[in-house]
């Protein structure tokens, strides 16, 4: 079988005019194979045969499947580079390509391509361009970027928080990068204090603590306005709803309130006012007993309120104008409960309490039954830490994306869940700018970052 193989290799490197190893004359007998005339260039190639079933070393060694490899006579093996090296002659020849664009053709890229390009683009980037040019900084204000930004696909939503030491600026967190970002200017230019209560699209809705003025303001570009006073004057609680209208594609956008008497307005921003459509049919049990912990939901312009006594859920179609309600029995030992919303489904997120454990647990409403089934609750080993402590929980965002504030005396815990992925992660501490001092989170709301969104 030897000679068998050093017949081939011999075949072989005479096809190739190359001379055979040394190592391989000292083998065979010179009567059988004489030695070649030196090449000028004396190489060799290397054969790399996978999946061959001989069990002979040498055989596996010479005849392995793959590739050719050339190797110079009297030299090892090429070493494998550091992972560190091999990165940085990359980084190497980035830099000398970019060194050498050349100005005569970028100069005349077109504008509606850059500005396509800049859409797509992380939203904190976006913000580091706008310092470089004056007229990318316009870009805010620019109809033709306003398109491409209409184009791009809807990302994860952020998070707008209010914290206990920073209520007037508060914080914003990106799930993507898993950062916190502090803005230094407030986002809503009042004395007062306001907490976020609703949003929609790229814009949050704020209420002041006295329940008297509304606010609207993108928190990313500072667009803010203060809503027309209410022709309904309610000091008590009330539950908001914010919807944008898809279809005038103008970012119009409308809030709803309601109160536990029953009254309720709309405000729509085409128009710039409020209004009172009518009132709540008789079939809708007054006073309403809100949960007002709990953030409505918009499923296809109609607008779910979670109440607590009889357990369901108060709907209002934005279109039609008309109420519906639905009794759904709460899960046993449930508390700290809210609604959520993913894809159109009709969620519930809240806590289990028996006993000394405390779990979170996500529930999905049945449209044929009317009850809620059980789909997720947060792993065990998370739960663990909630053991034999009083804990409080409070939604802060329940679309598509959810983050759960799990409080107790010593304990303030973030964490998101993502409906869609079943996935649980724990949100990085929030801390303010050369500070070491953790925040406490208070409240907040869920809004999709987005550049153009105008209140």
Not at 134 to 147: A, D, G, H, I, P
Not at 186 to 200: E, N, R, W
Not at 424 to 441: A, G
Request: with cysteine.
């Amino acid at each position: 079988m030897l000679r068998q193989l050093i017949s081939q290799v011999q075949d072989l490197l005479d096809l190739s005019g190359t001379p055979p190893p040394p190592y391989i004359l000292r083998h065979q007998p010179p009567t059988i194979l004489e030695q070649p005339p030196e090449l000028p260039n004396n190489r060799w190639w290397l054969l790399n045969l996978e999946d061959n079933p001989s069990e002979d070393d040498c055989y596996n060694f010479m005849m392995r499947a793959g590739k050719f490899k050339m190797l110079e006579l009297g030299k090892a093996p090429p070493a494998k580079r550091a992972r560190k090296d091999r990165t940085r002659g990359k980084l190497t020849e980035t830099s000398n390509s970019t060194a050498n664009m050349e100005p005569e053709i970028w100069k005349d890229l077109p504008e509606d391509l850059y500005e396509a390009v800049i859409a797509r683009l992380p939203v904190a980037t976006f913000f580091r361009f706008r310092s470089v040019c004056q007229k990318w900084n316009s870009l805010l204000t620019s109809n033709s970027f306003s398109f491409q930004c209409s184009q791009v696909p809807r990302s994860q939503p952020w998070f707008y928080t209010r914290t206990h030491e920073n209520v007037n600026t508060g914080a914003l967190y990106d799930p993507v990068s898993r950062k916190w970002h502090h803005p230094t200017v407030p986002a809503v230019p009042t004395k007062m204090i306001i907490l976020p209560v609703a949003s929609a699209g790229g814009l949050v809705c704020f209420l002041d603590i006295g329940h008297r003025s509304f606010y609207v303001c993108n928190p990313l570009t500072r667009s803010f306005k203060e809503l027309q006073a209410r022709s309904v004057k309610v000091w008590s609680r009330v539950a908001v709803g914010m919807t944008i209208n898809e279809k005038s594609g103008s970012g119009a956008y409308q809030i709803m309130w309601v109160g536990s008497d029953g009254e309720y307005e709309v405000y729509d921003s085409t128009k710039s006012t409020w209004t009172c459509p009518g009132v709540m049919p008789a079939c809708i049990k007054l006073p309403l007993s809100l949960n007002f912990r709990s953030q409505p939901v918009t499923v296809d312009q109609s607008m779910y309120f979670l109440r607590s006594d009889p357990d369901g859920i108060v709907s209002y179609n934005m279109e039609t104008g008309t109420w519906k309600q639905f009794t759904v029995p709460a899960p046993a030992h449930l508390s700290d409960h809210t609604l959520a919303e993913c894809g159109g489904r009709i969620m519930l997120v809240g806590l289990i309490t028996k006993n000394a454990a405390t779990c979170v647990c996500i529930w999905e409403l049945q449209k044929m039954t009317l009850l809620w089934k059980e789909v997720d609750r947060m792993p065990n080993i998370w739960c663990l830490e909630f053991y034999g402590k009083h804990i409080k929980m409070s939604c802060l965002g329940n679309t598509g994306l959810l983050m759960l504030s799990l409080r107790s005396k010593m304990m303030n815990r973030l964490v998101t869940y993502d409906i869609l992925r079943k996935e649980w992660l724990k949100v990085p501490n929030c801390v303010l700018p050369h500070s070491r001092k953790r925040q406490w989170i208070a409240c907040g709301t869920a809004f999709y970052p987005c550049l153009t969104a105008k209140a």
